[in-house]
Structure formats: C-alpha cells, structure tokens
C-alpha cells in the first residue's frame, strides 16, 4: 500500500511537470526576465482571474503585530512573500512574456516576491509604513503604502487591536494598470520570553480588499475588471533586542505565506509628560 502511494504521488508529480512543458509560453527577447505583457489571446474570463490572483500577489503585507511601533521609532526591513498560483494558467500564461520558450514564470508551485519595507511611529498609536520592490531584469515592480492605528492597547485591554488601510500598485509595464487597496482588522499579544530583548508577539486577523485592473494596449479589446475579496491572516513577530523576524500566512483564493527581517531604532526620544 505504501509503495502504491509513493507511485501515485509520482505519476501526479509527473504529469503536473509535463502539462508545464505542454504550455506554449509567450517569447519576447526584449526583457531578460518574465515580464508582463498581454497577448492577443487573453480572454475576458482569463483577465478576471488574474485580477483576483494578482491582487494577492501585489497586497502589501507588512507583516506587523497589532501592537503600535511607538512614536519616533522607525523599523527598515527585507520581506519575501510566496504566493501559490497556477502560471500553466491562461491568467498568467497570457499575461507574460518570457525571454525564451523554456524560461518559465515561477518553474513551481509559487511566485517569489522581494522586497524593502519600512515603518515609522507616527504617534503611540498610529503607524505609517511602506514598501517597495521590483523585479530584476523585468519590467514591474511593486509599490505600497499603509496606515495602521492601534484602537485597543495591550496595557489596558490586555491585547491589542489595530485597524489598518493600504493601496498598492503595479508600475513599469505599458499596457496594464493595477491598483489593490485593503482595509485590515488584527489582534495579537506581545509575550516576553526574557527581560526585555527577547519576545514573540503572535497575531490573527481579516482583511477586505478591492483590486482594478485596466488593459491598455490595442491587442485585446477587454473591459475593466474591479474585483472585492477577503483573506485571513495569522503571524508571528519575534523580536531579539533591535531586530525583527516576522511570518505570516495569508488564506484567500491563493495563498501566501511571508517572511520578513527587519531592524528597528528609535529616532528620537518621546516627550516627558
């Protein structure tokens, strides 16, 4: 029985690689990455699809615990997020172009995204963060900015809980425009694990996004899409003296999952009452 287990998840592993290679990928030597480009064939149907998908590809994910960040503090970090999606798919297939017939978008089950993010204490409560990212060699890149503000704090409450709103766009190619703004709520709590250096802030919570996508390019003739959603979020951010390790994993249509490494000081004191 095990052997035949084995075999069937060889046979699947198989015919996933060889329906890869039966999809005729979209050639332009132009770009020395996979770039966005649309091609004729993209149908009305294929372009909702990626709206959808492609909004939780671009959605910032600050990977933020409820607790506020503090005034005057100021936190620079890496992220990666991977996000699972189909690129076999006529959503992505005919959205990109490759530099050759062999060059595939992602080669597996997820779409790796890098980025820089940054975050500042505006005040004890409200937070302003953003990011940016774009895709070496390609044509696109990412940019988003967030506000998040603490309504519910921990030293009163005994947890925290924060609201935060986000818009997010795709720049570089020339024939699409895509814009994904969210609304989030979260909860969390921070857990000191020794003094004051070492804690784990573990945190959940939902989000509401709308994302807009608008071709513009003569070679297919297709209407806007406009596109709402949700997706849950649970995470964890530990700290280790003025450094950040941050997870996260988002559950929508695809889901992600987020890493992100991050550094935070203090760029000036607060102000004695």
Same mark, same amino acid.
Request: proline content about 4%.
């Given at each position: 029985?095990?052997?035949?287990? +084995?075999? +069937? !998840? ?25 770039? $966005?480009? +649309?091609?004729?064939?993209? =149908?009305?149907?294929?372009? *909702?699809? $990626? ?18 960040? /503090? ?16 690129? %076999?798919? !006529?959503?992505?297939?005919? %959205? $990109? ?5 062999? *060059? ?8 790796? +995204?890098? /980025?820089? =993010?940054?975050?500042?204490?505006? %005040? ?8 940016? %990212? ?70 959940? /919570?939902?989000? !509401? ?65």
């Amino acid at each position: 029985m095990k052997r035949k287990g +084995i075999l +069937i !998840g060889l046979l699947s592993l198989a015919l996933k690689q060889s329906q890869a290679q039966d999809v005729h990928l979209h050639v332009r030597e132009k770009w020395e990455n996979c770039s $966005f480009q +649309i091609d004729p064939s993209l =149908t009305q149907d294929e372009w *909702h699809r $990626f709206t959808k998908e492609a909004a939780m590809v671009i959605c910032f994910r600050s990977l933020a615990s409820a607790a506020p960040l /503090g005034a005057g503090k100021l936190e620079f970090g890496l992220l990666q997020w991977k996000t699972k999606i189909d690129e %076999t798919a !006529g959503a992505w297939n005919n %959205t $990109f172009v490759h530099p050759h017939d062999e *060059h595939y978008l992602i080669g597996g089950p997820v779409l790796p +995204i890098p /980025g820089i =993010t940054m975050r500042m204490g505006l %005040t004890n409560k409200l937070d302003a963060g953003a990011y940016w %990212t774009f895709a070496p060699g390609a044509n696109y890149g990412f940019t988003g900015a967030q506000l998040q503000y603490n309504f519910m704090n921990a030293q009163t409450h005994k947890i925290d809980v924060s609201s935060r709103i986000g818009v997010n766009r795709l720049y570089g190619p020339d024939d699409i425009n895509f814009t994904t703004c969210s609304a989030d709520v979260l909860a969390g709590k921070k857990l000191k694990l020794y003094k004051n250096w070492l804690s784990v802030s573990p945190y959940i /919570g939902c989000s !509401g996004y709308y994302a807009r996508a608008h071709e513009k390019t003569s070679a297919v003739q297709l209407k806007n899409e406009s596109v709402f959603g949700l997706q849950a979020m649970a995470g964890a951010n530990i700290q280790i003296s003025h450094f950040n390790v941050g997870v996260e994993y988002n559950v929508a249509n695809v889901n992600t999952l987020s890493f992100k490494l991050a550094g935070n000081f203090r760029l000036c004191k607060p102000k004695q009452k």
